[in-house]
């Protein structure tokens, strides 16, 4: 494997990891310690006040989340927590083909002597490695505040591991999405507007199948059904075992999704930039 490829890839990835794994960091340490300053009986009195059709868009039973652990799980799927793992998802696999296109530097790129999949290969294991730090910053957070702030709880941090997990699966599944959405376009910004666009509708097809019982099946439509790292974090028994499911599901599109990429970039004509 073309030794120029790895460094580029690299260099275009290292700082937004360097970034986002710090914010990650942070910002799950401040959470784990701000929700311990909710007094835990108040906790489950608003949870209770809040309408039916919000407990059923959690997805998880309203006892499960009234709980110190319950408090915590609020962070895997945080609007805050989502937008850097999908930043970094659509951030990563619009860049290796329309990217390049955009900048002018694919023709560069297929002057050496590498075969087209490898353009996507390459960028494709860095962002892979990449998703997987990102998910061990935001348990680390987790597992810092928990130290620091909340002694004492007997909360197990290893508990949030299908968490972080899940995420990892997700983002990796956004990760081939975004760079077969990539693979047939030309300009970056499309590609990301594309792939937010499928993001938000997956989102709301989602809520739909959960909120409107005669819609249930809607839910095999969303690529987000299978993430859901509230309930794998929370069930009872089998956590892993549901875990091998959902991830293997994300894993599996992600996989299908960069086949199909490499599969449409062998044959396609690269245009001049724009």
């Known amino acids: 494997m073309n030794r120029a490829l790895w460094k580029k890839a690299i260099a275009a990835a290292w700082l937004q990891l360097l970034i986002s794994s710090l914010l990650l960091i942070l910002f799950a340490w401040l959470f784990v310690w701000l929700m311990g300053l909710f007094k835990l009986g108040a906790w489950a009195s608003f949870l209770q006040m809040l309408p039916d059709f919000t407990h059923r868009a959690m997805g998880v039973p309203v006892k499960h989340i009234a709980t110190p652990q319950g408090q915590i799980t609020i962070l895997y799927e945080h609007v805050i927590t989502i937008l850097i793992f999908i930043g970094w998802a659509i951030g990563r696999g619009s860049d290796p083909i329309s990217g390049e296109i955009s900048r002018g530097t694919m023709d560069l790129t297929l002057t050496l002597p590498v075969r087209r999949t490898s353009v996507i290969f390459v960028p494709a294991v860095v962002s892979t490695v990449g ?3 990102l998910g061990a910053s935001v348990w680390l957070g987790t597992w810092i505040g928990l130290v620091v702030a909340r002694r004492g709880e007997g909360i197990d941090a290893a508990e ?6 899940n995420l990892v699966a997700m983002t990796f599944c956004l990760l081939g999405l975004t ?6 376009n030309r300009s970056r910004w499309r590609t990301i507007s594309i792939c937010m666009g499928i993001f938000v509708i997956s989102v709301i097809i989602k809520m739909v199948g959960r909120l409107w019982e005669p819609g249930e099946w809607l839910k095999y439509f969303s690529f987000l059904t299978p993430f859901d790292p509230q309930k794998l974090i929370l069930l009872p028994n089998g956590a892993w075992d549901m875990s091998l499911r959902f991830d293997s599901i994300l894993v599996g599109l992600g996989l299908l999704s960069y086949v199909l990429a490499a ?11 724009l």
């Open 131 to 133: 998703a997987i730090v």
């Open 160 to 165: 949030f591991l299908p968490g972080a997990v």
């Open 263 to 273: 599969l449409v970039f062998a044959r396609r004509d690269i245009p001049s930039a």
């Open 179 to 184: 760079t077969f959405v990539s693979s047939w």
